[in-house]
């Protein structure tokens, strides 16, 4: 019977390479939900794995 071998190299998390890939999981920051900016109301977004912002104006 032949032996059995360990994985040698380190595992990835699939949560960091999806971000790295660029699909995020986009959550709306409620905390501040009137943010203006330039006289438009904004909507801020936060990615719920790694914490990357981004905003979009309404």
Known sequence: MADVLQFKGK???????LCR?????WEVVK?????VRRGEL???????R????????Q
């Open 31 to 35: 905390s501040d939900p009137f943010a």
């Open 21 to 25: 890939n660029g699909h995020h999981r």
């Open 11 to 17: 595992p990835r998390m699939p949560d960091q390479t």
């Open 50 to 57: 790694c914490g990357k912002e981004k905003t979009k104006a």
């Open 42 to 48: 904004i909507t801020r977004f936060r990615c719920k």
